[in-house]
């Protein structure tokens, strides 16, 4: 009979203070010795962790209402618009939003001034109601004054993601960073064995409700991401080739810290959010050991021309050969350059793991799964 726990047992170890916790890295390295049965037998959780760009990100603030109140219909928080649509003193505030007065500053810097402790100015205006009857509030805030303020991000944490070449004769500017003429350069953006959903490749684990590490403080999965695609086409090892799953989460700001969080400015395409990510794998079975196994060399992504209308693909990598620094297509080697930070995902992945081992951080287990 294979190895079977439960969240409720792997809970009690980790309250007991012994549980076995390994980073996604680490268990790779284990899996050349030792068996999926093996590491099931052995070990409890794993943690995953992710650090790149994340534009579909961003917080909802209510303010609190000034006296007089008033019914805030435009918003600017240091120049950068937020969406007031919601009730009186809420909004919402986008990360690719960008300042009136400076494109190179947006929803981005501010979420980051504020998680900071920093002041920002807010500049609100209403038409004034009868219960409203004010028209203007324009003070200084940070995440203290306010009633509430919580970041909740529609896509973050992409299972996968394409690797950006540029076979055209002009440089391109792009989200995934400036693609150089004449494949030049490569472009890609996940952190390959340490990526969260990676190690989860069905998607049986993360779910909604699962707690994860968000920028620094305990949050969770409170849904299936825009764009989730989880049926795109998978490589012997189970691995979708393409961008598939994505995930959304939710998260106190109030508890952020900024060493997980980097505002960012793309030249010539915009603002953009750097989001730290970790997630706790349990080692629930074998299957599920054998998922966090799989290492670099078996995890593949596929190469797209975004120099050319329709983005055509012209080939498959992996992730062992990216982080080498150099992968060869239509013949030619090319350099590579990861948007991500591997080198923070990795520190995520140990800071989540400590956490586990010091009783401070509990696998909690999904209310629904995510391709359910």
């Known amino acids: 009979m294979g190895i079977k726990k439960t969240y409720e047992e792997i809970n009690e170890k980790i309250k007991k203070g012994k549980a076995v916790v390994l980073t996604a890295e680490e268990v790779t390295k284990l899996a050349r010795e030792k068996s999926p049965a093996e590491i099931a037998r052995s070990v409890d959780v794993i943690t995953t962790a992710t650090f790149g760009p994340m534009c579909s990100s961003g917080i909802f603030i209510n303010f609190g209402n000034p006296d007089p109140p008033v019914r805030m219909e435009k918003i600017l928080l240091n120049q950068v ?22 494109i190179k500053y947006g929803g981005a810097h501010v979420i980051e001034a504020l998680i900071k402790g920093e002041k920002v100015e807010l500049q609100a205006r209403g038409k004034g109601t009868d219960c409203y009857p004010g028209k203007e509030d324009i003070r200084q805030i940070d995440k203290d004054s306010v009633n509430e303020i919580f970041m909740f991000n529609p896509r973050n944490a992409y299972q996968n993601y394409s690797v950006a070449v540029n076979c055209s004769d002009s440089v391109k500017y792009t989200y995934m960073g400036v693609l150089l003429p004449g494949l030049g350069n490569a472009m890609y953006s996940t ?48 691995i979708p080739i393409n961008n598939a799953a994505t995930i959304a989460v939710i998260g106190d700001l109030k508890k952020m810290s900024s060493e997980y969080i980097k505002a960012a400015y793309f030249e010539k395409y915009g603002v953009s959010l750097f989001v730290g990510i970790g997630i706790p794998i349990p080692v629930l079975d074998e299957e599920i050991a054998a998922g966090v196994s799989i290492g670099n060399r078996q995890i593949e992504t596929t ?56 009783r401070e951080f509990l696998i909690s287990k999904p209310v629904q799964q995510l391709k359910d």
């Open 81 to 102: 618009p937020a969406h007031a649509g919601i009730a009186a003193v809420d909004a919402y505030l986008g990360a690719t939003a960008e300042s009136v007065t400076d």
């Open 191 to 238: 952190s390959g064995e340490l990526s969260p959903l990676l190690n989860d490749p069905d998607l049986r684990i993360i779910g909604i409700g699962t707690r994860i590490f968000l920028c620094g403080a305990q949050g969770y999965v409170s849904w299936n991401g825009t764009q989730f695609n989880p049926e795109v086409k998978k490589n012997q090892y189970g």
């Open 303 to 358: 190469i797209f021309d975004y120099g050319s209308s329709g983005k055509p693909q012209l080939g498959i990598t992996n992730y062992e050969e990216l982080q080498s620094g150099y992968i060869r297509v239509n013949g030619k080697k090319i350099k590579t350059a990861p948007l991500s930070s591997i080198k923070k995902a990795r520190k995520i992945a140990h800071v989540l793991k400590g956490r586990i081992l010091n």
